[in-house]
């Protein structure tokens, strides 16, 4: 009986290290596992992330894929893993939990994707990440929550958003953004507005913000850094311009009524001078 027992628990254990090592092998099968701890999943057309990663792996790359959503817990069991490679594919949701489990995590890249906003609530688990990129995406404007979650992650220093489609970007957005975070917004239709710029000095002149204006006009490729100077001397420009016409308009105003006193007076007294045009002397009527 005790020998039934025994065998009973060693094929039990057999087959379940056969199951786990089956699925690494599914998973090496379909992607190439490297000694160093790298899966390259690259160019593999893959529509979903493959099952059976090794829990040992410390990179892992997706890129040239086919992947559009990432589910709740696709990522759960890899703890070591230290890079995340998920550009170009054709993401359009990363569902809350997706990335729960990445603890040591230090690089996600998400860009050259169809993502619309940068999802909340997603990255909240990713405690060691220092370089989250996002850029080439389809992205229309930064949601506040997840700016504000940005707090919760204590070694993040980067943060690309360049070439994606925002416009417009509200002061009370970067106020919840710590300022060890540095953001990247170069290449958006970024509209600066000089009012804002002077009435909200420290908004998109922040030190850890890079942006160009698209408009208006007379500030595109203007960077963020020097947006307070240039609007101060546009400003002091513009009023210098409007003195100098307020100036000349009442000069000009002033010698008009001058000129034409005596001939509003003769109107007014009901006087009316004539010159004939063929006589050197003035008629009166």
Same mark, same amino acid.
């Given at each position: 009986?005790?020998?039934?027992?025994?065998?009973?628990?060693?094929?039990?254990? /057999?087959?379940?290290?056969?199951?786990?090592?089956?699925?690494?092998?599914?998973?090496?099968?379909?992607?190439?596992? $490297?000694?160093?701890?790298?899966?390259?999943?690259?160019?593999?057309?893959?529509?979903?992330?493959?099952?059976?990663?090794?829990?040992?792996?410390?990179? @892992?790359?997706?890129?040239?894929?086919?992947?559009?959503?990432?589910?709740?817990?696709?990522?759960?069991?890899?703890?070591?893993?230290?890079?995340?490679?998920?550009?170009?594919?054709?993401?359009?949701?990363?569902?809350?939990?997706?990335?729960?489990?990445?603890?040591?995590?230090?690089?996600?890249?998400?860009?050259?994707? %169809?993502?619309?906003?940068?999802?909340?609530?997603?990255?909240?688990? &990713?405690?060691?990440?220092?370089? @989250?990129?996002?850029?080439?995406?389809?992205?229309?404007?930064?949601?506040?929550? /997840?700016?504000?979650?940005?707090?919760?992650?204590?070694?993040?220093?980067?943060?690309?958003?360049?070439?994606?489609?925002?416009?417009?970007?509200?002061?009370?957005? &970067?106020?919840?953004?710590?300022?060890?975070? *540095?953001?990247?917004?170069?290449?958006?239709?970024?509209?600066?507005?000089?009012?804002?710029?002077?009435?909200?000095?420290?908004? @998109?002149?922040?030190?850890?913000? /890079?942006?160009?204006?698209?408009?208006?006009? &007379?500030?595109?490729?203007?960077?963020?850094?020097?947006?307070?100077?240039?609007?101060?001397?546009?400003?002091?420009?513009?009023?210098?311009?409007?003195?100098? *016409?307020?100036?000349?308009?009442?000069?000009?105003?002033?010698? *008009? *009524?001058? %000129?034409?006193?005596?001939?509003?007076?003769?109107?007014?007294?009901?006087?009316? %001078?004539?010159?004939?045009? %063929?006589?050197?002397?003035?008629?009166? $009527?």
């Amino acid at each position: 009986m005790k020998a039934d027992v025994i065998i009973y628990v060693t094929v039990i254990s /057999a087959c379940a290290v056969q199951q786990a090592c089956g699925a690494d092998r599914q998973a090496c099968d379909v992607c190439r596992c $490297q000694k160093d701890g790298t899966v390259d999943c690259r160019l593999r057309n893959l529509l979903s992330v493959p099952s059976g990663i090794p829990v040992t792996a410390t990179s @892992l790359r997706l890129q040239d894929n086919k992947l559009t959503w990432l589910l709740p817990g696709t990522f759960q069991s890899l703890d070591k893993l230290e890079s995340l490679d998920l550009q170009h594919n054709q993401l359009e949701r990363i569902d809350p939990g997706a990335l729960d489990g990445l603890t040591a995590l230090v690089t996600l890249d998400i860009s050259y994707n %169809r993502l619309t906003s940068l999802p909340a609530g997603v990255f909240v688990s &990713l405690t060691s990440l220092q370089v @989250l990129k996002a850029q080439k995406n389809e992205i229309v404007e930064v949601n506040i929550e /997840a700016l504000a979650g940005l707090e919760m992650l204590p070694h993040l220093q980067h943060v690309h958003l360049d070439n994606n489609l925002i416009s417009h970007l509200p002061c009370e957005h &970067l106020d919840v953004v710590p300022a060890r975070v *540095f953001l990247h917004f170069g290449g958006n239709p970024l509209r600066c507005d000089c009012l804002d710029v002077v009435s909200h000095p420290p908004c @998109l002149t922040r030190d850890n913000l /890079a942006a160009e204006c698209t408009a208006p006009h &007379l500030l595109r490729g203007q960077p963020s850094q020097d947006l307070q100077r240039t609007c101060g001397m546009l400003f002091w420009c513009f009023f210098a311009c409007g003195l100098s *016409f307020l100036i000349l308009g009442a000069s000009m105003s002033y010698v *008009f *009524f001058r %000129r034409t006193k005596r001939v509003v007076c003769n109107l007014y007294n009901c006087k009316f %001078r004539f010159v004939h045009p %063929r006589r050197a002397t003035p008629a009166w $009527q």
